[in-house]
Nanobody, 130 residues
Framework: QVQLVESGGGSVQPGGSLRLSCVASPNAYSRVCMAWFRQAPGKEREGVAAFLILAGSTYYADSAKGRFTISADNAKNTVYLQMNSLKADDTAMYYC???????????????????????WGQGTQVTVSS
């Protein structure tokens, strides 16, 4: 059974930080790539950070560059997203998936990419508000 469990969200003030975690079942975790997506109310789900684990590289949408850091622990089938300098625009439900941008799914404007993945966890809510 494919299972993804995201956690670590919460309510913070602008400028604050959060660290999200995603624990994946063995058949949901990819040692090739893992990524974080987010979906704000009324908007499409979009990719913001990807860890190309096999290549040892990361990719960020423009909105996440310089503020978010993705990492992974293969031994724990876990991927993390450290989010600093949070803004109101970061308010969204956050999800993880083995679904990275590439030639098969090139990034669009702002460096974001849209998921092809069909299996999702429950997500974790991030709310940034003063």
């Amino acid at each position: 059974q494919v299972q993804l469990v995201e956690s670590g969200g919460g309510s913070v003030q602008p400028g604050g930080s959060l660290r999200l975690s995603c624990v994946a079942s063995p058949n949901a975790y990819s040692r090739v790539c893992m990524a974080w997506f987010r979906q704000a109310p009324g908007k499409e789900r979009e990719g913001v950070a990807a860890f190309l684990i096999l290549a040892g590289s990361t990719y960020y949408a423009d909105s996440a560059k310089g503020r978010f850091t993705i990492s992974a622990d293969n031994a724990k089938n876990t991927v993390y997203l450290q989010m600093n300098s949070l803004k109101a625009d970061d308010t969204a439900m956050y999800y993880c998936a083995a679904d990275c941008p590439g030639s098969h799914n090139p990034p669009s404007d702002g460096g974001i990419w849209y998921p092809q993945n069909k299996n999702w966890g429950q997500g974790t809510q991030v709310t940034v508000s003063s």
